[in-house]
């Protein structure tokens, strides 16, 4: 990468299943600190290039680079290493265990201590919950859930098991996170919530690539959208750009019924 500006870096990226060619050389950039979107309609390829970037799938052809490295081909756990972290359209809490407990698993996978230390309140195992929970208190106040942090994650609201996906995913203090439809199942005041909580991260100097159908959300809060429809990249640029974009009126939005 020549952009300093540029922390991603997606290059023609193919994938097939069989005889179906579900994401079709699809490249664009992504810029450091920024909110960019990839819309288009079910079957559009949005969460196949979601899982390649993120080392759930193995591209068929292409590259992804990420602060100049290929993390193409990489497991999810080395992506996330990386620093990109990858959120789920169907949450993967423990309904069981408490808000604070969850984001502290995020923490986690920064620390040393292993599953001895913890069984055995090793004192490095106790130094390091000490370090965890002075982590992400501010995570979980920054995300104004932090009156909810013993309270049992399934008995919250679904706004609220959002905000504490998203706070245990900034927990492990990632430097890019893949949003995969975050707004899934929320209301109307949980997802302008979500629309906060999402370019605060943005403000704090986070990057977010974000898949997502609520389209006055993406209008909102992205600084650029990239419209897939049947695998291939048929738009990318601004808001502004994507809303005039007669290719993306036609085959996404519907026309003149729009």
């Known amino acids: 990468m020549n952009n300093s500006?540029?922390?991603?870096?997606?290059e023609n990226l193919d994938k097939y299943f069989g005889g179906l060619h579900a994401v079709n050389s699809v490249a664009f950039d992504v810029e450091k600190g920024s909110i960019k979107s990839v819309i288009g309609p079910n079957g559009a390829g949005k969460t196949t290039m979601f899982n390649m970037i993120a080392g759930y799938e193995t591209p068929s052809n292409g590259h992804v680079f990420f602060n100049d490295i290929l993390i193409?081909?990489?497991?999810?756990?080395?992506?996330?290493?990386?620093?990109?972290?990858?959120?789920?359209?169907?949450?993967?809490?423990?309904?069981?265990?408490?808000v604070l407990d969850n984001v502290l698993l995020g923490w986690h996978s920064l620390g040393s201590a292993g599953f001895l230390d913890g069984?055995?309140?090793?004192?490095?195992?106790r130094r390091e919950e000490k370090k965890a929970k002075e982590a992400v208190f501010p995570i979980l106040e920054w995300l104004n859930i932090l009156d909810l942090k013993d309270s049992e994650v399934g008995n919250l609201s679904f706004g609220n098991q959002r905000a504490v996906e998203l706070a245990r995913a900034l927990a492990s203090n990632p430097s890019m996170l893949l949003l995969d439809e975050p707004?899934?199942?929320?209301?109307?005041?949980?997802?302008?919530?979500?629309?906060?909580?999402?370019?605060?991260?943005?403000?704090?100097?986070?990057t977010v690539l974000l898949v997502e159908h609520d389209m006055s959300l993406v209008m909102d809060i992205s600084d650029e959208i990239v419209v897939l429809n049947f695998g291939q990249k048929i738009a990318e640029g601004k808001p502004s750009e994507i809303q005039k974009n007669e290719e993306v009126v036609r085959i996404y939005l519907g026309g003149d019924d729009a």
């Not at 500006?5 to 997606?10: A, E, H, S």
């Not at 081909?73 to 972290?85: R, S, Y």
Request: glycine content about 6%.
């Open 72 to 98: 193409t081909g990489k497991k999810p756990w080395q992506v996330a290493e990386h620093g990109v972290l990858r959120t789920f359209q169907n949450l993967k809490l423990s309904n069981h265990m408490s």
């Open 119 to 125: 069984m055995f309140s090793s004192p490095l195992s």
């Open 5 to 10: 500006n540029i922390i991603m870096r997606i």
């Open 183 to 206: 707004a899934a199942g929320l209301n109307m005041h949980e997802t302008t919530d979500l629309a906060k909580r999402i370019e605060k991260i943005r403000d704090q100097g986070r």
